[in-house]
């Protein structure tokens, strides 16, 4: 089969539907068993959208704004958008109405598409406020009590209306996009500031999916599970590079119907975060917690048969027989039902956003499920270097990928040593800029070079290693720097640490805010007999608190004094998406969560620095959990 051609995003989609006509090049589910729909009516559908929206007034160089879950319209919006000639402005849906209003406003949308009724009244809200939106289109019917929106739905049944036909139209004005239009301006999630527009062109994406085509051979036979955000650029430049191979895309109906989707779908590739990784990984353990320990042994055999063979594997080696042997049987046993867990047939799992700790990495490795890192921002379309098959070594992002060119600018070095210096890229993946942000566009450039902010090293292979932030850099009052990504890394994959957020800036010395894996600490409480009602009187027992400490000591055991974690508060519930405290590719924003817990921070402070004596490494973690 002859792969299509494309030099820009729109093309990527005409030519895609015509080199493929696959019958499922979508796969949606809506309170029933997953349906296919066809890339010609995929095709149908985006056109008719694109005429309804031109026949409203949208012309090429308008701004349309997309607020909305991952779902098939949000796929058609986009394509029908791009194929117009207009700039697509993702927004989270989780986002709240002064969020929305900055985005609209700040971008000049003239449209806006919305997905349920709960987006809709949010736009509603604001659009007063909002002199450049005139028109609203809602996915979902609408409310009896609104109004002011079309039905998405609605406009493109009109629009394929016998004897019309937009398909032609539609692709005649997708070939006049040109390489070097905006494509799309892209809100960051802020973690620790305002967000900011990053504008990305048509062929900074296109040349992103180009480089990584050769890392990941994909075709017709393959199914991508698009549960990320779209609105993120690492799952919508995924979902172009699965259209683009022919992939067929499946979206989930719910997060929480999330498993059984995959059971359904049974996906061979899908992009995640570490945090839902852990999520699986602790379903795992919570079944093996609760079978007979005849089981449980059986899991730990194989467990550690698995550590000990996937080395060989993603080193291309060649095991000894004895260790085949075992692993054919562990495999079977064991491993063979953890991937039925996410439907079977799993050949990539794609991951990025944070860092990946080793255990999880080894872990899935070694349940016959790859997981491949890869490291990128939203200024670079995503993807800067990403490891792959036959190319992969843990503890890393990968290699840079084709075309891109990184090197390690200044080096920023704390009392204590190197911490890294910071990486710079250049190439066709690299942002122009950012919209309206002339000052922050100076700053972010060094002589062509886009300055990622990130601190990094490279080997003598070309692996790149992400070793700290630069701006999360803080000093403390003792004039000691400290880089908070280090320590909070530390705790990646805890047993008994869900969440952390380490502080000290200004600070005499470094504290941090802790969510506890509770299902662990509940269990360990009963098992010592501890009694208790509420989550906030298993966190104020003496001994859960003194656990908690040892587990803290232990796992900081190395850092250098000034890094030390001297003061902890266990909180009763963990940072969510939905209170604003975790960004959609749960990263924890900094400034939100310290001002929301302002008060336990100051109360922190007034205690006396702990000054504990770092433990052995034998007491760090009970094998067993």
Not at 339 to 366: N, Q, T, V
Not at 396 to 420: C, F, N, P, Q, R
Request: hydrophobic share 40%.
């Amino acid at each position: 089969m002859t792969r299509p051609t494309f030099s820009t995003l729109a093309e990527l989609f005409i030519n895609s539907v015509e080199a493929y006509r696959k019958p499922d090049a979508f796969l949606v589910k809506s309170g029933a068993p997953y349906q296919p729909v066809s890339s010609q009516d995929a095709l149908r559908q985006a056109a008719a959208l694109a005429a309804g929206l031109e026949h409203m007034g949208l012309v090429r160089g308008d701004r349309l704004a997309l607020v909305s879950e991952n779902r098939l319209e949000w796929a058609l919006t986009d394509y029908a958008a791009l194929g117009l000639g207009a700039v697509v402005v993702p927004v989270y849906p989780t986002l709240l109405e002064p969020d929305i209003e900055f985005i609209l406003a700040d971008s000049e949308s003239k449209a806006v598409v919305v997905s349920t009724n709960t987006q809709l009244q949010k736009v509603l809200s604001v659009r007063p406020k909002l002199p450049s939106l005139k028109l609203i289109l809602s996915m979902d019917p609408l409310g009896s009590s609104l109004v002011g929106a079309y039905d998405w739905h609605r406009v493109v049944r009109e629009e394929l209306s016998p004897p019309a036909d937009p398909v032609p139209a539609f692709q005649e004005n997708a070939r006049r996009a040109r390489p070097e239009d905006v494509a799309t301006i892209l809100y960051t999630s802020g973690t620790v500031g305002e967000p900011k527009g990053v504008i990305l062109t048509h062929s900074n994406i296109v040349s992103n999916v180009r480089a990584c085509e050769p890392r990941f051979s994909l075709g017709t036979q393959d199914v991508g599970f698009s549960f990320l955000p779209l609105s993120h650029i690492f799952e919508r430049m995924l979902d172009y590079f699965y259209f683009s191979r022919g992939v067929s895309v499946a979206y989930p109906e719910t997060m929480e119907a999330m498993p059984q989707d995959l059971l359904q779908v049974r996906p061979t590739i899908m992009a995640v975060v570490p945090r839902v990784l852990e999520r699986i990984k602790d379903r795992v353990m919570e079944a093996v917690s609760q079978a007979a320990p005849a089981r449980q042994k059986l899991f730990w055999w194989a467990h550690d048969v698995a550590r000990q063979y996937f080395p060989f594997k993603i080193e291309n080696r060649e095991p000894p027989f004895s260790l085949r042997l075992k692993h054919a049987v562990a495999d079977k046993l064991i491993c063979a039902k953890v991937r039925a867990r996410m439907g079977g047939r799993i050949r990539y799992l794609i991951s990025g956003a944070a860092p990946l700790s080793r255990d999880l990495a080894e872990f899935f490795h070694g349940m016959g499920l790859p997981v491949y890192e890869g490291y990128g921002l939203t200024e670079t379309s995503p993807v800067i270097a990403v490891n792959y098959p036959g190319h992969i070594k843990l503890g890393t992002v990968g290699t840079v990928i084709s075309g891109v060119e990184v090197k390690l600018g200044e080096e920023y070095v704390d009392e204590e040593g190197h911490a890294g210096r910071e990486i710079l890229v250049r190439g066709p993946n690299v942002t122009p800029g950012y919209y309206h942000a002339e000052a922050m566009n100076r700053e972010a450039f060094v002589e062509g070079w886009f300055r990622t902010g990130d601190l990094g090293a490279l080997d003598a292979d070309g692996y790149l290693s992400i070793t700290g932030r630069k701006k999360h850099l803080f000093k403390t009052s003792g004039g000691k720097y400290v880089s908070p990504d280090k320590i909070e890394n530390l705790f990646q994959g805890h047993p008994y640490v869900m969440q952390i957020l380490v502080i000290g800036n200004a600070r005499r010395f470094v504290s941090a805010l802790i969510v506890p894996h509770y299902s662990r600490l509940e269990a360990h409480a009963r098992s010592l007999g501890i009694a208790f009602e509420t989550r906030q009187e298993l966190l104020g027992h003496p001994r859960i608190h003194a656990l908690m400490e040892e587990q803290i000591e232990a796992a900081t055991r190395w850092l250098a004094p000034h890094e030390k974690v001297r003061q902890f508060t266990l909180l009763p519930r963990e940072f969510t998406i939905d209170t604003g405290e975790l960004t959609p590719t749960h990263k924890i924003k900094r400034r939100v969560v310290e001002e929301r817990y302002r008060d336990t921070i100051e109360e922190m402070y007034r205690r006396p620095p702990k000054n504990w004596t770092p433990q052995p490494p034998a007491k760090s973690i009970p094998r067993s959990r």
